[in-house]
């Protein structure tokens, strides 16, 4: 048996052993599950504004025991624990033996080891069973690839009346539309390519948890989704009521896309047998492509997003990029009831050279609509203007310079 080649890590607070990555990734390049121990530094920033979501949650709901069931090195737990306010414990799991036995060593390097308990298992078994006795109050599935399989009984471990549950997924091809036949058979809609398929994936991952959710008895309120390299995540507030659930059958629904014109609609899936026609752009009649059924509802809460704020400001030991892109997330949060828009893609649908983002939104803020970045694309804008005005000012615009 190889002797694993570890190296020292920080994060946040946490100082922390894993299997080298350089040394472990020289060939491939990036970390792979065939890792002694995974531990992806590139999801740094997401572990930044997890922390600050988490501490965020606990002003609204005190938690007392919290799961992350595959854990790897234990850093995610580890800094939650550290770097978040309250005494609350938690219970980790990983079926490596490996992984199991680095991340005791880390909690005994952050004394943490009164807090935390590690289980050698199958999550999903684990899920159930360490959770009969006593509910957890915030489970963190993050996989490699998709969380669907761990769903269900994550959902199940959590505390009957309210819980905080986050998901990541890093299968893109079949959340972004390489294979939508695979996002069908995982996620419960189809995936399509678009300018917006990251917006997509990351409802296709909320529509998922809503239907299982309400298998349970249960109804979800999204406080704040990341979509970034090579992952989309979401949190969400669980709580056990049907009849909340049964009012949320409506924010299911269908994005409808023409790749030639550019326009797009949602539609409820409640109102889909009676879907007025598409209405394309001039008198084009290209193919329009669907993706869903998926979460057409709100993807952030105002109150949760200005808590979280609030948490970052009073310091913490994050990355740059933590600040900018919870500061997006804010700016967009009210204009999320249609796909973002790619400028950059919108003119090269109609061989356009692109104005700045900026100069397009000032003439839109100016035309009464309302507009933001959004942290999805760097080239993108979210608006409640029609994309026949958003195409129209850019040729303006244009046409103007």
Not at 88 to 105: G, K, L, Q
Not at 254 to 269: A, E, G, K, T
Not at 317 to 335: G, P, V
Request: proline share 7%; net charge neutral; with cysteine.
């Amino acid at each position: 048996m190889k002797m694993t080649v570890l190296k020292e890590y920080t994060e946040g607070l946490v100082t922390f052993l894993s299997a080298d990555v350089d040394h472990y990734t020289a060939e491939k390049g990036q970390p792979t599950t065939s890792m002694p121990v995974f531990y992806n530094p590139r999801m740094h920033l997401n572990r930044d504004i997890s922390v600050i979501f988490t501490a965020a949650y606990q002003e609204r709901r005190q938690m007392d025991l919290i799961c992350e069931p595959l854990a790897g090195s234990g850093v995610r737990t580890l800094r939650y624990l550290k770097e978040c306010p309250g005494d609350f414990e938690a219970v980790i799991f990983d079926a490596n033996p490996t992984a199991i036995e680095i991340a005791r060593e880390n909690a005994k390097l952050n004394n943490l080891t009164d807090r935390v308990r590690i289980v050698r298992g199958d999550a999903k078994v684990l899920l159930l069973n360490e959770s009969r006795e006593r509910r957890f109050d915030f489970v963190d599935v993050d996989p490699f690839g998709t969380p669907a399989p761990f769903l269900n009984p994550a959902i199940q471990s959590m505390h009957p009346h309210q819980g905080l549950l986050a998901l990541t997924a890093t299968d893109m091809p079949a959340l972004c539309g390489v294979y939508p036949h695979v996002a069908q058979r995982k996620y419960g809609g189809r995936s399509m390519r678009s300018p917006f398929t990251h917006e997509t994936a990351v409802r296709l991952l909320m529509g998922l948890a809503f239907v299982t959710a309400g298998m349970n008895d249960c109804s979800i309120e999204p406080l704040a989704v990341l979509s970034t390299d090579h992952y989309v995540r979401v949190w969400l507030d669980l709580k056990a009521s049907r009849s909340i659930a049964n009012a949320q059958s409506k924010m299911m629904g269908f994005v409808r896309y023409c790749p030639s014109c550019f326009n797009i609609d949602v539609v409820p899936l409640p109102e889909m047998e009676r879907a007025p026609p598409f209405e394309h752009i001039g008198d084009c009649s290209g193919r329009v492509k669907m993706a869903g059924p998926l979460w057409i509802g709100p993807l952030f809460d105002r109150e949760f997003l200005a808590t979280a704020k609030k948490v970052e400001t009073q310091g913490g030991q994050y990355q740059k990029r933590t600040r900018a892109m919870l500061n997006l997330m804010i700016q967009e949060q009210d204009l999320t009831e249609r796909p973002y828009i790619d400028l950059h893609a919108l003119c090269d649908t109609y061989g356009l050279t692109p104005p700045r983002r900026q100069d397009i939104m000032d003439v839109l803020s100016e035309k009464g609509f309302s507009v933001s970045r959004t942290h999805f694309r760097p080239t993108a804008i979210r608006t409640d203007a029609p994309v026949e005005t958003i195409l129209r000012t850019v040729n303006e615009h244009i046409g103007a310079g």
